[in-house]
């Protein structure tokens, strides 16, 4: 007789599409454009570009600052990304749990936040910052 154990929940090593293990990462439109990825936080995107080409070239060398469309979360532990409009700390736009990720082209749209729903078009284009907390009581993707 075997027993296995079921988990529930996204692992600490839990991986997002397009993104490598460890990585939290934002793209220039879809989630196959240009990427660029952050192991750490990052308190100012206005110095970053997405410089890796990805699945296509869409958006190479472009600046990162308020032109995120989509976004996915590879953290090894356990770090919610927690996307911001300002450099300065306020203005939280969304957030994404382990393993998850917002594709902008998408056209599946479920209830409530999943993950692999299109980024609603009014959080795009905005986010200027990333923070990593552990899990929180946020609602995210």
């Known amino acids: 007789m075997t027993a296995t154990l079921g988990l529930v929940g996204a692992s600490p090593s839990a991986a997002g599409p397009n993104c490598d293990r460890g990585y939290?990462?934002?793209?220039?439109?879809?989630?196959?454009?240009?990427?660029?990825?952050?192991?750490?936080?990052?308190p100012d995107f206005s110095n970053d570009t997405f410089d890796?080409?990805?699945?296509?070239?869409?958006?190479?060398?472009?600046?990162?600052?308020n032109?995120?469309?989509s976004a996915s979360n590879s953290s090894t532990g356990n770090y919610e990304?927690?996307?911001?409009?300002?450099?300065?700390?306020?203005?939280?736009?969304?957030?994404?749990n382990p393993g998850h990720y917002v594709n902008s082209a998408s056209t599946v749209d479920q209830p409530?936040?999943?993950?692999?729903?299109?980024?609603?078009?009014?959080?795009?284009?905005?986010?200027?910052?990333?923070?990593?907390?552990?899990?929180t009581s946020t609602d995210c993707f």
Request: contains cysteine.
């Open 24 to 42: 939290h990462c934002v793209f220039y439109t879809d989630i196959s454009s240009a990427r660029q990825s952050f192991f750490n936080s990052d």
């Open 52 to 65: 890796e080409y990805n699945v296509s070239g869409n958006g190479l060398n472009h600046p990162v600052n």
């Open 67 to 69: 032109n995120v469309y």
């Open 81 to 96: 990304s927690h996307f911001w409009d300002n450099t300065n700390g306020t203005g939280f736009l969304f957030c994404l």
């Open 112 to 135: 409530g936040t999943q993950s692999g729903d299109p980024l609603p078009s009014g959080l795009r284009d905005r986010a200027s910052r990333l923070t990593l907390p552990g899990r």
